[in-house]
């Protein structure tokens, strides 16, 4: 089955500053690869994903990129702030026919220090 | 329009006793999936409803069981309730295109203290 593996599990950035987080997977069938940001006590919130046919997408400071030959995909946010401190999740999809159901990484914690 | 919505959102049961979370899909959706996430770790995926069927099953027990009813809104039943199963219980909404991929949108979740 799908197996996601994330690094850095901790990461600490000046405000201002970039952050990057990457991740693997297993299963050369994972199509879809989204981002979640989780804030303590909350919901993960979906803040970007990218298609398997698409090599990276960028949303204002957010950006993805994907590697399918090396099974790799990664996180980028640039200026850095504090409302950026939370927990990311990686995930890959599994499963093709009936919506969609993920593999989630481990997570990495990121504090934006001010 | 609606986002993911759950019930209830905090619950505490003793061990071996019977639970039962709900969940409504974000409006448009009709796709359920439900994942447990422990303190401190990932989510895990549970089951996925569609047509009121189990569709996908992860790696859980039968203990863990399932139903969608014709509005899309669905339920986790956990039976024979044991201390590790105390976690977030999070129930994500999504549309099945079979020619395209849609975002999966996660409710508040259910958090379950079994005591």
């Known amino acids: 089955g799908e197996n996601v593996e994330q690094h850095p599990s901790t990461l600490s950035v000046q405000e201002g500053d970039s952050a990057v987080i990457k991740c693997t997977y297993s299963d050369s069938a994972s199509n879809y690869f989204p981002w979640y940001k989780q804030e303590l006590g909350k919901r993960p919130q979906l803040i970007i994903d990218?298609?398997?046919?698409?090599g990276e997408k960028k949303d204002q400071r957010i950006a993805v990129t994907l590697n399918k030959t090396a099974k790799h995909f990664s996180l980028h946010i640039t200026e850095t702030q504090p409302e950026d401190s939370a927990v990311y999740f990686c995930?890959?999809?599994?499963?093709?026919?009936?919506?969609?159901?993920?593999?989630f990484g481990p997570g990495t914690r990121l504090s934006v220090l001010p | 329009d609606a986002g993911v919505t759950q019930s209830p959102t905090h619950l505490i049961k003793t061990r071996g006793q019977q639970v039962t979370l709900r969940c409504s899909p974000k409006?448009?959706?009709?796709?359920v999936s439900w994942y447990q996430q422990a303190l401190g770790q990932e989510p895990q995926f549970i089951f996925q409803y569609y047509e009121e069927e189990e569709r996908q099953r992860g790696n859980f027990p039968d203990r863990f069981s399932g139903h969608q009813f014709p509005n899309y809104s669905s339920e986790l039943n956990v039976n024979a309730l044991l201390l590790g199963d105390s976690a977030l219980y999070l129930c994500?909404?999504?549309?099945?295109?079979?020619?395209?991929?849609?975002?999966?949108?996660f409710g508040q979740g259910t958090r379950l203290t079994v005591v």
């Open positions: 990218i298609r398997s046919n698409v």
């Open positions: 409006s448009g959706h009709d796709t």
């Open positions: 994500a909404s999504s549309l099945v295109l079979f020619l395209a991929v849609t975002e999966a949108f």
């Open positions: 995930a890959a999809s599994i499963g093709r026919n009936y919506g969609q159901n993920f593999v």
